[in-house]
């Protein structure tokens, strides 16, 4: 009789994904590359991590990157936050370089330049409570700051688990001013006009080239010569002239840049809409130089390897000249722009700003994404201009938006068209073919800098886990958040006014020339016959706002860009 076999031994239990035991024991796994070696003398160990699925909460400045995600042959934030958690010993030699092994996702992909002053990213680290954010800050370059980190369960990710993200664009108020830095039809239209608009040279000083504004890259208008050169190909006159009576005062070696100035209004062909505005000098921005040495010059103008010397005197007699007529013969310095952003201003801008709220096509605010792509249709919650901020003497309007996601360029771009639509560059009405299928438009760039993520809220996690595990949330590093805004991406975006008039030289870009479908609705006033066919074929007979749809649309978590 074969022997009795001995009972099965029962089974170990599984362990549970997420544990809050405090037992360190309980939820201990593997050790990381920076554990203890076996045999190795006990006094030389260094600590055993554990490795928990976390998410880091960090700020940062884009300037100098090529933005957040990682891009072989180019610098970054991914790309070195990654090395950091490695340097910082929080990823194991083996998944060096490959983030998919510790479930690395990110809650927002910024573009090139563009900061964050919250961003999410999370994965499965080695971590030791008392050190971890401080072992990584040591490995991270000052303009990256993580703020801290918290367990979360094992199937959090942060871009599939960020319900909306709220970024700001801080746009100087000058941009709204339809009569500060003209582009090249008005100043054309205006000349002999008696309120004749200035050109930038301010703007060309900075040694970087405007396409059909400024001329040739790298030259200054010449005084000479009755104030013309060489003319600019595809213009019968050169606006790289000096235009009569000079506005601009070249004396000044301080540095200071305020970029409203030296502009009157006048009415255009082009622009009728163009208001008539005091006649506003400033003083030019001494520090240029398209060869990047940022040498201080006074009446000496130094662009790339040619030198050209300006007359200060009979400049600044021109300019006084100027205001003597203007102010009932009394001679004075020129003056600042008298623009504000008043409370008519406000309500005319959050107007505009109001058609991109609700489920739209935005398949014309943004690039690669066809109109027949579901990824198109995004939803936007808010958007609102309502404060004015003021950095190192520079005032910006705060433009604040809060959507479920954004697609690559589409803040940059509806700001884009809102600026265009205020300078009276567009007409309103462009809104009501904007996010039509049928309608292709190309809708300017605003550029990068002034744009930033405020935060990426996870309000549907933080609900359902809100028993067992600590809310993803900013609120607990809103100061150390703020501190950090203020040090480095707002003086980031101040400087880069002050220095490169980043805004002042994309003004010069909005007109009819480089962006023709500003005049759509001029067409399609005079061929109202395709508007008929269009809508025959197949189109949506409503547009603009009357189609505006406050429903939540659940996007493709592929197609997250911004």
């Not at 700020?59 to 990157?65: D, L, M, N």
């Not at 301080?254 to 622009?271: I, L, Q, R, T, Y």
């Not at 020129?334 to 309500?347: A, C, G, I, L």
Request: aromatic content about 8%.
């Amino acid at each position: 009789m074969a022997a009795a076999s001995p009972p099965p031994s029962p089974p170990h239990a599984k362990r549970p994904k997420m544990s809050s035991s405090s037992d360190p024991e309980a939820d201990a796994e593997p050790t990381s590359a920076s554990a203890a070696v076996e045999g190795a003398d006990p006094a030389q160990r260094r600590p055993r991590y554990k490795r928990r699925k976390v998410a880091i909460l960090l700020g940062y400045c884009g300037a100098g990157y090529q933005g957040m995600q990682k891009n072989p042959g180019a610098r970054t934030i991914e790309g070195d936050l990654e090395e950091a958690l490695y340097q910082a010993g929080a990823v194991p030699e083996a998944d060096r370089s490959a983030p998919r092994r510790y479930d690395w996702a990110r809650a927002a992909r910024t573009d090139k330049g563009v900061s964050a002053a919250a961003q999410v990213v999370s994965g499965r680290f080695y971590v030791d409570p008392p050190g971890f954010i401080d072992r990584l800050n040591a490995q991270l370059a000052p303009q990256i700051r993580a703020y801290g980190y918290v367990r979360v369960t094992n199937s959090f990710n942060a871009k599939k688990f960020c319900d909306r993200r709220r970024y700001l664009y801080l746009l100087p108020v000058f941009a709204l001013d339809p009569s500060a830095h003209p582009d090249r039809e008005a100043v054309m239209a205006s000349m002999g006009s008696g309120s004749e608009l200035t050109k930038c040279l301010e703007c060309s000083e900075r040694g970087r080239k405007i396409p059909g504004v400024m001329g040739r890259e790298g030259k200054l208008p010449s005084p000479g010569q009755n104030g013309v050169d060489a003319p600019v190909e595809g213009s019968s006159h050169d606006e790289s002239g000096t235009l009569g009576d000079a506005k601009c005062d070249h004396t000044s070696s301080d540095g200071n840049n305020p970029f409203a100035h030296g502009e009157v209004g006048s009415n255009s062909k082009e622009k009728p809409d163009l208001p008539v505005s005091g006649d506003r000098t400033e003083v030019a921005n001494a520090k240029m130089g398209s060869n990047g040495d940022g040498a201080v010059v006074s009446s000496d103008i130094y662009i790339g390897n040619e030198e050209k010397k300006l007359e200060p005197a009979a400049t600044e007699n021109k300019a006084q000249g100027m205001e003597s007529e203007k102010i009932n013969g009394e001679e004075k310095l020129p003056t600042k722009s008298t623009f504000s952003y008043t409370d008519e201003v406000k309500e005319r801008f959050n107007r505009i700003l109001k058609y991109y709220i609700g489920t739209h096509n935005f398949h014309n605010f943004t690039t690669r994404t066809k109109a027949e792509d579901p990824a198109a249709k995004r939803f936007i919650i808010s958007f609102a201009a309502d404060r004015v901020v003021s950095l190192d003497g520079i005032d910006f309007v705060r433009c604040e938006v809060v959507g479920q996601s954004f697609m690559l360029h589409q803040i940059r771009k509806m700001i884009g068209l809102a600026v265009a639509v205020m300078r009276n560059c567009a007409p309103e009405s462009i809104y009501d073919v904007a996010f039509r299928k049928d309608v292709n438009l190309n809708v300017p760039t605003a550029p990068e800098v002034g744009l930033y993520l405020d935060e990426c809220m996870f309000t549907s996690y933080n609900k359902k886990w809100k028993d067992s595990h600590e809310a993803v949330s900013m609120e607990p590093y809103s100061e150390e958040a703020e501190e950090f805004k203020v040090k480095y991406i707002f003086t980031h975006i101040a400087a880069m006014e002050h220095k490169e008039g980043a805004v002042a030289l994309w003004l010069h870009s909005l007109n009819h020339r480089n962006y023709p479908d500003f005049r759509y609705m001029e067409t399609a006033e005079h061929n109202p016959g395709a508007e008929v066919e269009s809508i025959a074929a197949g189109a949506e007979p409503k547009v603009g706002a009357e189609v505006e749809n406050t429903e939540e649309v659940q996007m493709p978590s592929d197609n997250l860009s911004e």
